[in-house]
């Protein structure tokens, strides 16, 4: 008896049918059958040739890190790849990091992926291997390890950077889904350009707060916090919302605001209590509810409305007290390392809003 969505030797190929939107430049094509696959090396892309494979698992093998050509059928953007298995299970979940330069959204998205490399989606009955075994091994070594291992800070986001920093695939009893994580610069998601372009296509957002410039904190990070009053704002925030907005009354994408870097702020109740709780491996709506609520009385009592907007224009959201770090970086390292607390438990509450996560629980989580 095997489980279900369960298959022998790898993903189902395809068919020509299967229409694809691209997560990077947004076209949507048909998914090519038998489309010319390639393999990464280096900074080259070289064609893979399967007509002589013939052994089922060493075809499967071979997918696993192989690319398809995007063939951007508005010509409107510079060549781009997707892995060969994008296609193969249910509709890709794109999820975009969405704050200012110093919000912290790197440091959370490492943190993140981190944690599900260290097997804690697990409880949640998550189970998750890279879509692109290359670029997943890539973000590890250059971003993830070097800030959870050694305590480095991590370099800002470059700008112009158009595509996904990594790509997992998360099974669940419900299916299996591609899920890949946007984290675009700060000073890009402020624009109304193509390096945004994948917001259209995004099934889900958190939101970055950076307290300093929320709350007009002054940290050794940040010495130069906004000046307090009523028009503190996120330019990244602000735009992005009135990009996918369209006069809609509600935007149909699900939204957690993340307040980071609250280990500045685990004096004050309630940001305490909540950053001593941990994952229990079980979604609670009850507990996510009352979080959010927390969360967004802290944000309203510290005039940090602005903040909130996620809130008020999202048909379902969320709101969660995070520290990606545990404490500051001095002199570009994290001199004690980094202490990570609750960095899943967006992405846990997203996924309960699109359905990966299932059950009477998760059914509840984000609705008012």
């Given at each position: 008896?095997?489980r ?183 000073g890009?998601?402020?624009?109304v ?36 009053g ?26 957690a ?57 999202c ?28 960095v ?25």
């Amino acid at each position: 008896m095997t489980r279900p969505n369960s298959r022998p030797f790898g993903p189902v190929p395809p068919t020509a049918a299967r229409t694809v939107r691209c997560p990077i430049c947004l076209d949507t094509f048909a998914w090519p059958a038998d489309g010319v696959f390639y393999e990464r090396n280096g900074a080259e892309f070289l064609p893979v040739d399967l007509t002589a494979v013939t052994d089922e698992r060493k075809r499967a093998d071979i997918l696993r890190s192989a690319l398809l050509r995007c063939p951007n059928p508005s010509k409107d953007s510079t060549t781009h790849y997707l892995p060969a298995v994008y296609a193969s299970y249910a509709k890709p979940l794109v999820i975009g990091m969405v704050g200012g330069s110093s919000s912290g959204k790197s440091h959370l998205l490492a943190a993140m992926i981190a944690a599900i490399e260290a097997g804690e989606l697990l409880p949640y009955g998550l189970t998750c291997r890279p879509v692109d075994f290359n670029l997943h091994n890539e973000f590890l070594q250059s971003r993830a390890r070097p800030f959870t291992m050694h305590g480095k800070k991590l370099e800002a986001t470059k700008e112009g950077v158009t595509s996904y920093a990594d790509a997992l695939l998360v099974s669940s009893s419900a299916g299996t889904w591609p899920v890949a994580f946007f984290d675009i610069a700060g000073g890009d998601l402020g624009k109304v350009g193509k390096t945004g372009r994948f917001l259209a296509g995004a099934g889900g957002l958190i939101f970055v707060v950076n307290p300093s410039m929320a709350l007009g904190m002054s940290t050794d990070e940040d010495p130069s916090p906004a000046v307090g009053g009523i028009d503190r704002s996120d330019d990244a925030f602000a735009t992005v919302l009135g990009r996918l907005g369209g006069g809609a009354r509600l935007i149909d994408v699900p939204a957690a605001i993340v307040l980071n870097k609250s280990d500045r702020l685990r004096f004050l109740p309630p940001v305490d209590s909540w950053l001593r709780l941990t994952g229990t491996g079980q979604v609670d709506a009850d507990q996510i509810r009352a979080e959010s609520r927390d969360a967004y009385a802290f944000l309203h009592l510290h005039n940090a409305r602005a903040w909130l907007r996620p809130f008020h224009e999202c048909r379902s959201c969320t709101l969660h007290f995070v520290s990606a770090t545990g404490a500051e970086a001095v002199g570009g390292v994290f001199p004690r390392g980094v202490r990570p607390r609750r960095v899943l438990e967006p992405l846990i509450a997203l996924m309960a809003m699109v359905g990966i996560i299932s059950g009477p629980e998760a059914a509840e989580v984000g609705k008012r």
